[in-house]
């Protein structure tokens, strides 16, 4: 009887070691606001269990739109975001803090209906809400252009891109500000390309990883480890295109294979995803227009380099690149 009750016993043990990492882990909600292809590394991040591999169990909650999405944060519903810089520069109340990114830069095209020929004839132009990366990009780009966004021309919320060619079809706006993968449906319905930023080199990010500084203080392992998970999921994206071809029709709910095909042409994800400035100095100066004082600002209020920086300084960002062998 004794050998079977030592026996129970080490059974137990075991199964309380074999379950420690899983109870062990850190519950994370991530809050992604549009079904565009910006997203892909977070998507196959979570398709193939790369969060769990590094210790995170993460949900993924869908908020169309920035401004709604860092309200989650802030209420304490979703622990990270997915989006533009504009609004955690422009909500410093907020507290809100970027730690990595996607994207290198303004990859924002507006197409007009049949017809019209220039940024001149525009009056109307679709994006998806106030304060998100399409309507920063419209303003951008139509003052670059000379044009006074709202005034010269109205900005007109339709949500996603589907919803702003819809829009520019049905004659509701003269164009549309758009991403890739979704501008080749605009092409394949023959609506003109007006502007093309990706042509401009400007350096900018639409999605940075956002958290609220005081948890990032407090669970700073379980984000090096969100990171972590993130690199990969850019390594393999990178490296498996059918894997991440699922991935992406099952999340943008796309069948068309050149649809598909159009994120791998216009994307390339950077390995170190540092927050650097360059990438949302143009947000700063944006927001500042309007509030003077962001100018001022330290910039380091933004942005938290550290983590990245960890990650590159103990060789995992190389170790990932040759595992995976990409760059």
Known sequence: MKIIAQALRLIAFTTVLTQAPAALAANINVVWTSEVGQFAPLWVTKEAKLFEKYGNNVELIFIQGASLAAAALSSGDAHVGMFSPQVVISTPNLDLVMFGRLGSTMDNRVYARKGIKSIKEVKRIAISRFGSNADFAARFLLQREGLRPDTDVALLQFGNQSN??????????????????????????????????????????????????????????????????????????????????????????????????????????????YPSREYFELPIQEVGKRDPKVLKENPERYADQSLVKELESSGFIDKVAQEYRVK
């Not at 003269?174 to 400007?202: C, Y």
């Not at 958290?211 to 990032?216: C, N, V």
């Not at 392992?221 to 699922?246: C, H, Q, R």
């Open 164 to 273: 702003r060619i819809a829009a520019v079809e049905t004659n509701n706006a003269d164009a549309a500000m758009l991403t890739p993968p979704m501008t080749l449906m605009a092409r394949k319905l023959g609506m003109t390309l007006l502007i093309d930023a990706s042509k401009l080199n400007i350096p900018y990010s639409s999605l940075f990883f956002v958290s609220r500084r005081p948890y990032l203080a407090k669970t700073r392992p379980e984000l090096v480890n969100f990171t972590k998970a993130m690199i990969e999921g850019v390594a393999l994206y990178k490296s498996n295109k059918e894997f991440a071809m699922k991935v992406l029709s099952k999340y943008m709910k796309v069948q068309d294979r050149d649809v598909l095909e159009e994120n791998f042409k216009e994307y390339d994800f950077p390995l170190k995803p």
